[in-house]
């Protein structure tokens, strides 16, 4: 079965403390190893960056479930495409310190932006 990625940015609506952080990726993190989808997501203030990887369905309604998500709004697709291999095959999600992915990234006045032209250096970085 094919394989993509998706690299997205949103803004969180929800409080920045731990509770609601592991109340959220206890839910997707179940939800997500149903559909086979893996991942990581990072909070830096008020976004959220995630990278989530799967069959292409499964992926597709994941993102619609994002967006539906009362704890993110204003959902920005940063990069998507196929993948030949899963960079993080056995992480349904992992929570990342944004000081791991900083280097790949950085604030436009609209929210975080990717650098550079390779994205999965972010998949790769964050799974090391």
């Given at each position: 079965m094919p394989q993509r990625y998706i690299i997205y940015r949103s803004?969180?609506?929800?409080?920045?403390?731990?509770t609601a952080m592991q109340a959220l990726m206890d839910g997707a993190f179940r939800r997500n190893q149903y559909a086979g989808i893996t991942g990581f997501i990072a909070r830096d203030g008020e976004w959220f960056v995630q990278y989530l990887e799967g069959r292409d369905a499964y992926l597709q309604d994941t993102v619609i479930r994002i967006r539906r998500d009362r704890r993110h709004r204003d959902l920005t697709v940063l990069a998507e495409g196929p993948l030949m291999r899963?960079?993080?095959?056995?992480?349904?999600?992992?929570?990342?310190?944004?000081?791991?992915?900083?280097?790949?990234?950085h604030h436009a006045h609209d929210g975080p932006v990717l650098r550079g032209d390779a994205p999965l250096d972010l998949a790769r970085i964050a799974a090391a």
């Open positions: 803004r969180a609506k929800m409080p920045a403390d731990q899963r960079m993080m095959p056995d992480t349904p999600l992992m929570q990342v310190e944004p000081a791991r992915i900083a280097a790949l990234m």
